[in-house]
């Protein structure tokens, strides 16, 4: 009896301590999957960049909708037909964009027309940096020799026009984007019944209609809350642009409000056309500092103790998440993905924390 339990152990332990044979299924089972995984992100990634033309502004108006989504559920429940609702809203939407357009087509006409002699003057008030331009360039043509450039250039148009052709998209993509949203603001309980219904399952069903009820929460929060701030951003530049002396305060404005939805970079490009502005308008370099100083001062105070304090802990990003997501969605879709990339991240981060909830208890400290 103690021989036949010894051989079997024995035999057990050779089994085990038997190495996996190179043919062996198994081994190769999780390389596979993460295979598998890379090229469907990467197939992905490319037919967003390929399908941009239609996704980018149909994102833009499903984003928009679902932050006006409360709204519409606030009028049906008062008795609002949901036709008159979404009618109003959209409406709403196209004026918003018109008065826009409105304010900031007269600075843009006037730049494009003067750009010419606004490029000398601003060449001519920045001549302190012809020096190190010079030893740049004459690094860079001991570097690569067939590259030569002449010296400081400053083309304003080079600057201009892929901003003008960002502000005036394509005529199919504006009615794209416009028919999108009024159909989104039509029928949304209409799409997210069926979407909920799509799946089998009550815990299933659940899930998607808490995603969605959590998606148009926190945009609706996030959003408004970034709006009232970044009109008070608005108010401030041009009050700054006004006291300064800058010509079109109300413009810049205008502009320094809707540059504020861009987290990090927005402040930034403001700055430097508030300095450029005032290059062209005054006469000296230090009153030309004056408006984009004051700027980054009160941009400064509003990120890091204004916006911080109001938006409280629940709606506050990592800021690390925040600047990948920029740099990603500003590298695949452009200026118009630097403004979607945290309503984007938003509907993801609020999608994964339903998918995958956390059970485990917090850490401390």
């Known amino acids: 009896m103690d021989i036949k339990t010894t051989d079997r152990e024995t035999a057990q332990?050779?089994?085990?301590?038997?190495?996996?044979?190179?043919?062996?299924?198994?081994?190769?089972?999780?390389?596979s999957q993460v295979a598998i995984c890379g090229i469907f992100v990467i197939v992905f990634i490319a037919a967003l960049d390929l399908a941009r033309p239609v996704l980018l502004p149909a994102t833009f108006a499903i984003v928009i909708g679902m932050m006006l989504g409360p709204l519409a559920t606030r009028a049906d429940r008062a008795g609002i037909p949901s036709v008159l609702s979404a009618v109003v809203l959209w409406a709403l939407?196209?004026?918003?964009?018109y008065g826009v357009i409105v304010l900031l087509s007269t600075p843009v006409i006037?730049?494009?027309?003067q750009a010419p002699e606004i490029g000398r003057v601003i060449r001519e008030r920045l001549h302190f940096l012809d020096r190190p331009w010079s030893a740049l360039q004459d690094l860079r043509n001991v570097i690569s020799p067939g590259e030569r450039d002449k010296g400081l250039g400053?083309?304003?148009?080079?600057?201009v026009q892929p901003i003008f052709s960002f502000a005036t998209p394509a005529f199919g993509q504006t009615i794209i984007f416009f028919g999108t949203l009024f159909f989104v603001l039509l029928g949304r309980l209409r799409?997210?019944?069926?979407?909920?219904?799509?799946?089998?399952?009550?815990?299933?069903?659940?899930?998607t209609l808490r995603i969605w009820n959590d998606i148009e929460h926190q945009l609706t929060s996030?959003?408004?809350?970034?709006?009232i701030i970044n009109f008070a951003v608005g108010v401030a530049a041009a009050t700054i642009a006004f006291a300064v002396g800058l010509p079109n305060a109300l413009a810049w404005g205008v502009l320094a409000m809707i540059l504020n939805f861009i987290p990090y970079?927005?402040?930034?490009?403001?700055?430097?056309?508030?300095?450029?502005?005032?290059?062209?308008t005054f006469p000296t370099l230090t009153h030309a500092l004056v408006a984009p100083a004051l700027y980054l001062a009160f941009t400064t105070l509003e990120g890091h103790?204004?916006?911080?304090?109001?938006?409280?802990?629940?709606?506050?990003?990592?800021?690390?998440?925040?600047?990948?997501?920029?740099?990603f969605w500003t590298w695949l879709w452009g200026p118009a993905g630097a403004f979607l990339a945290v309503p984007l991240l938003i509907v993801g981060l609020s999608a994964i924390s339903h998918l995958f909830p956390k059970h485990a208890p917090a850490l401390p400290g």
């Open 305 to 327: 103790f204004i916006t911080p304090s109001i938006m409280g802990r629940r709606l506050t990003l990592s800021p690390l998440i925040v600047f990948l997501a920029l740099v």
């Open 265 to 280: 970079l927005g402040a930034l490009i403001m700055e430097l056309i508030l300095f450029a502005v005032g290059l062209v």
């Open 13 to 31: 332990r050779g089994v085990l301590a038997a190495p996996v044979e190179a043919g062996d299924p198994g081994r190769w089972a999780l390389p």
């Open 191 to 207: 799409l997210r019944r069926a979407l909920v219904v799509g799946f089998k399952g009550h815990e299933s069903r659940l899930r």
């Open 154 to 159: 400053i083309d304003l148009m080079n600057f």
């Open 110 to 113: 006037d730049w494009l027309g």
């Open 93 to 97: 939407v196209v004026l918003t964009c």
């Open 222 to 227: 996030y959003l408004s809350v970034v709006a």
